[in-house]
């Protein structure tokens, strides 16, 4: 199975924005499901936000609207734009493509939001 890879992680000071993509790499990305999932040091993997492939999307408590997750399937993507960010939103921020059992995870990219 050919990973995700995630880009546009980095270091950005609280109140800041960064934008995930994660460039699938697979044909017939319109039938997967994907989303984005993080983990902090410590603590367990957890969902940021997915989007269906009929496009329905669901987020984590956490997220209060901060977030916005989007695909673009001509170019087998997805992204996550991420606003107001925090210190508590630190994490390794990973990316998913799934369809039943063909269930592929990348390799994540960090974040760090710290002044």
């Known amino acids: 199975q050919v990973q995700p890879v995630e880009s546009g992680g980095g270091l950005v000071q609280p109140g800041g924005s960064l934008r995930l993509s994660c460039a699938a790499s697979i044909s017939l990305f319109s039938f997967y499901d994907v989303g984005w999932y993080r983990q902090a040091p410590g603590k367990e993997r957890e969902l940021v936000a997915s989007?269906?492939?009929?496009?329905?999307?669901d987020y984590g408590d956490f997220v209060q609207g901060r977030f916005t997750i989007s695909r673009d399937n001509a170019k087998n993507a997805v992204y996550l734009q991420m606003n107001n960010l925090k210190p508590q939103d630190t994490a390794v921020y990973y990316c998913r493509r799934w369809r039943g059992a063909n269930d592929v995870w990348g390799q994540g990219t960090q974040v760090t939001v710290s002044s």
């Open positions: 989007m269906s492939r009929y496009g329905t999307k």
